[in-house]
């Protein structure tokens, strides 16, 4: 079977496909309403089905009209069809990503855990022992809270997301990658470590992914495991599991 996964988020999409039983390469396109033109490439309608995994309601509406207007099959998953049991006050709020993440850290015996997602949100899932999602946090992503430093200082995004040689910076560029690099690590460690506190338990597996995922996973001084695919495993697993129904 060949696949094609789009997972829609605010900032980026993010692009593999699914074929021979093996994962493609992934690329990311902006969140914008020009992105079906960047999707002609793939040949959509060479794929059997388009799997669906998106938090922008105008996105996706594009893509299914689209799918739709081309005879195109398109999966689109949700809190419904994913089979994932998640223990909060309203299941439907859950992004499908955070669903998506929580079903393939399942898949791939990591539970109990706790994922760590890099986009525009830093979002935490706390994963338990039987691989139930039982909520998590969500934080400002760190080129949201770069934005307007680098607004109000006129530098350019890619000189803001490294990581200096110090902590201690002597220009304004250095001071601002700390605050914003450094700073970011501190705050992932201790919510990390406030998250154990509270479960009372420091046996969770640590997991990394999203945009930012390898930059922070190279400077974390905590056990983690870093998978940039995660999102995109869950979203296959949902599809293949309702295939059987």
Do not use: W
């Not at 935490?124 to 200082?153: C, E, H, M, Q, R």
Request: charged fraction near 20%; proline fraction near 2%.
């Amino acid at each position: 079977m060949k696949l094609l996964c789009l997972d829609i988020g605010n900032t980026s999409i993010t692009i593999c496909d699914y074929k021979n039983e093996k994962l493609g390469e992934i690329t990311r396109v902006a969140s914008d309403e020009n992105f079906i033109n960047q999707l002609t490439r793939y040949n959509l309608g060479s794929f059997d089905f388009i799997i669906l995994c998106s938090v922008v309601p105008n996105l996706t509406k594009l893509l299914i009209n689209y799918c739709k207007n081309h005879s195109i099959n398109i999966y689109e998953i949700n809190y419904k069809n994913s089979h994932l049991n998640l223990h909060v006050d309203n299941p439907s709020e859950v992004g499908n990503d955070r669903i998506c993440n929580a079903i393939a850290a399942k898949k791939l015996n990591f539970n109990p855990s706790i994922i760590i997602d890099f986009g525009t949100a830093t979002t935490y899932d706390v994963i338990n022992n039987d691989g139930d999602f039982i909520g998590g946090a969500i934080a400002p992503g760190i080129d949201v809270s770069a934005d307007y430093l680098i607004n109000k200082t006129a530098l350019l995004k890619d000189t803001i997301y490294k990581f200096p040689p110090k902590v201690i910076g002597k220009n304004t560029i250095s001071n601002i990658q700390s605050g914003v690099m450094y700073g970011g690590l501190a705050s992932v460690e201790g919510m990390i470590k406030l998250i154990d506190a509270e479960i009372g338990d420091e046996s969770n597996n640590i997991i990394i992914t999203g945009g930012f995922g390898k930059l922070i996973s190279e400077k974390i001084n905590i056990k983690h495991t870093y998978i940039e695919s995660l999102t995109i495993e869950g979203m296959l697993q949902v599809f293949f599991k309702n295939q059987k129904y």
